[in-house]
């Protein structure tokens, strides 16, 4: 059974944000596999992602891929009130029928949708048939809440509908017509199980999309946004008629946070999860790990991988792969993955000069980005680290996993050529499981040449006994946390960045890293390997949601915008300066 869900709201109540990010939460508050339906269709488990935006390993069903058209139609005609209606509702219905079907296929046990074909429609209606910011020659009355139930009843149940609520109501045939159609198609279009309103006034809704700098919509004015704030009321309390009142949550967000937002509706959920929960759920068997190089070839033959990825996605740097068999580097990381010492070799690529084969490993997308995101790292913490060293005061940092600190150990060099007497202001902690035992001798001499104060911990740092050891020497000013969210479960993933807000000073800096799902992704889905991938906004939603401050969370992409660099802060002690928001990493390497 899958718990279906919709989230509902005027604009700038951030429905759509929170959409994206509450399937990653759940997968890791409450160990179950997600799904949302909104900017793109996505579906997690606590240990891999199924689904996501450009990342479709199992394919996508006809009417998803309708959906993702259709909503860019309805993006394209926003300002006509003919032809966008007629979009944005196909763009519904075929997104409902979607998610159904793809909660069928994940055996997902919760799905969330920003927006209902149904409750969108009655709730946004009467902007597009008669808009308050209009030119109304005739005060239509307008429908109230029993009106709209008894809509319900008549489209869903066939009951008759009373004249005194026709007379305030559009004609329904109409609806009735698309209802009956879409079921003769197949399309599963129907009401959700339950509803979140996100409740915010119209007055803060223009300020926040304002906010935006970006084009504002001809209905994103205050006439228009009150309309719909009351349509909607009154589509909730309809709803809650028809159903039952538990069916339905109205959270005002004025004054919330979207941390306090997405928290709000976590708990307004957990019981309906828990109830789902109980009636039993079948979870859907996940993929392996620990590949060996005889277990890649065998499941690189497989004709998903050879046509839906190899053939498919050739030109966006699929050609490559088969050649790392051939190659010295391809053949360390088909041995060791990426080890320590692979990621050297990658961050290490202008040292040397590398045969053919072994230019073609250091120019997979992939590996380009993991290089771009060192140069990104590197000049956006020099300035962090020179500017409290000027100031005299005492620096902790905390890095892992760690690697070789390449990202750490080339700013504190080239600021101690300039200031030689500060690196003894340095505290460096880094932490790193070093399963080949090759980082703690190298990382120590490192560290004594510099003259810092510098600890190397061995271990998990996911682990109880490791964390205290972590916090032995806390709080830290700068915490790194690079290379390791795709890998790193759901669960773990949400527990480290509280640990890190804990354990970071009011004015520190949290650096860490996403990756979004390219054609690389489908890739390792193929091959068998699990992984996690995060947009810049849905990660920055996480964070927020852990603690640190998501509005002002700074961001930096390489060239081909496969990994996202963030810097945020401390709730409340948001620092500015590394780089702009959404800045080119090309600038930061020139």
């Not at 109230?144 to 109501?169: C, P, T």
């Not at 409290?388 to 101690?416: C, H, K, M, N, W």
Request: proline share 5%.
């Amino acid at each position: 059974m899958t718990l279906h869900v919709c989230v509902l709201g005027i604009d700038g109540s951030g429905k759509s944000t929170i959409t994206a990010a509450l399937p990653g939460i759940f997968a890791a508050e409450m160990n179950l596999q997600a799904g949302s339906a909104g900017e793109a269709f996505r579906f997690v488990g606590p240990d891999e992602d199924h689904l996501a935006s450009h990342f479709y390993p199992d394919g996508l069903p006809i009417p998803a891929r309708l959906a993702v058209r259709l909503k860019r139609a309805a993006k394209q005609s926003v300002n006509n009130r003919r032809l966008y209606p007629i979009y944005k509702l196909a763009h519904m219905i075929f997104q409902d029928s979607a998610a159904r079907r793809l909660g069928e296929r994940y055996r997902a046990p919760l799905i969330i949708s920003d927006g209902n074909t149904f409750l969108s429609a009655t709730g946004r209606a009467a902007n597009y048939l008669r808009p308050a910011s209009g030119n109304r020659t005739a005060d239509v009355p307008a429908p109230n809440a029993e009106d709209l139930k008894n809509v319900f009843s008549y489209i869903f149940d066939g009951q008759s509908v009373s004249a005194e609520s026709q007379r305030r109501l559009p004609r329904l045939w109409k609806g009735k017509l698309i209802y009956k159609t879409m079921r003769l198609l197949g399309l599963d279009v129907s009401l959700p199980d339950v509803v979140i309103f996100l409740d915010l006034s119209p007055a803060v809704a223009i300020e926040r999309i304002m906010s935006r700098r970006q084009k504002i919509d001809h209905h994103e004015n205050e006439a228009d946004l009150t309309q719909a704030r009351e349509m909607y009321l009154k589509t909730i309390e309809a709803f809650r008629r028809y159903r039952s009142n538990d069916v339905a949550h109205c959270i005002d967000v004025d004054d919330l946070t979207l941390q306090q937002t997405v928290g709000a509706v976590i708990e307004a959920l957990r019981p309906h999860i828990l109830a789902q929960q109980t009636k039993g759920t079948t979870k859907r068997p996940l993929g392996t790990s620990g590949l060996t190089t005889g277990a890649i070839r065998g499941k690189a033959i497989n004709h998903r991988y050879v046509t839906h990825y190899l053939m498919a996605k050739a030109f966006s740097g699929a050609w490559r792969e088969p050649t790392f068999f051939f190659s010295g580097l391809g053949r360390l990381f088909l041995k060791e993955g990426y080890s320590a010492g692979v990621m050297r070799a990658i961050y290490d690529r202008d040292e040397k000069q590398h045969g053919l084969l072994d230019r073609v490993f250091l120019e997979y997308p992939l590996h380009r980005a993991v290089y771009d995101r060192l140069q990104i790292l590197t000049k956006a913490i020099e300035p962090q680290l020179e500017a409290r060293l000027r100031g005299g005061q005492e620096v902790r940092i905390f890095t892992a996993p760690s690697g070789f600190a390449y990202d750490l150990f080339r700013p504190l060099e080239s600021i101690a050529k300039r200031m030689p007497d500060a690196m003894r202001q340095v505290q460096l902690v880094a932490a790193d499981l070093d399963p080949h035992d090759v980082l703690a001798n190298e990382l120590n001499e490192r560290a004594a040449r510099l003259k810092v104060e510098f600890k190397f911990l061995r271990g998990d740092l996911t682990s109880d006994e490791m964390r205290a050891k972590f916090s032995a020497t806390a709080p830290y000013d700068l915490i790194l946390f690079v290379g390791l969210s795709s890998w790193l479960p759901k669960p773990q993933l949400l527990q480290h960045f509280r640990w890190v807000r804990e354990n970071i000073t009011d004015d520190g800096l949290f650096i860490t890293d996403s990756f979004t799902p390219e054609a690389y992704a489908l890739s390792g889905r193929y091959v068998g390997y699990k992984a996690h991938y995060y947009t810049p906004e849905v990660y920055k939603a996480i964070l927020d949601y852990c603690g640190f401050e998501s509005l002002g969370a700074q961001v930096a992409s390489g060239r081909d915008r496969i990994n996202h660099v963030l810097l945020a802060a401390p709730r409340e002690h948001q620092r500015r300066g590394a780089f702009s928001d959404e800045q080119s990493a090309q600038s930061l390497m020139n």
